[in-house]
């Protein structure tokens, strides 16, 4: 596992088209943006686990804020 220390506004880079942002960190939460060619599946991990057993999951609104680190969002 690699560790990282980052403050707002950095990013670390997977691969040369993925790219985490991070948005905002308090109260012991990180916010963290992300930026990945169209198609590429990003999913929390308790949603990820639920579709590779099937279950049905629950649809979420997404939304954007108005913030510098946001390329595209929907």
Do not use: S
């Given at each position: 596992m690699l560790v990282l220390s980052r403050k707002q506004g950095e990013r670390?880079?997977?691969?040369p088209d993925v790219i985490i942002t991070v948005l905002e960190a308090r109260d012991g939460r990180v916010r963290l943006g992300f930026t990945a060619p169209q198609g590429t599946p990003i999913h929390r991990?308790?949603?990820?686990?639920?579709i590779a057993r099937n279950e049905p999951i629950a649809p979420v609104e997404?939304?954007?804020?108005e913030s510098p680190f946001f390329v595209e969002c929907g």
């Open positions: 670390v880079l997977i691969g991990e308790e949603v990820f686990d639920k997404t939304h954007c804020e």
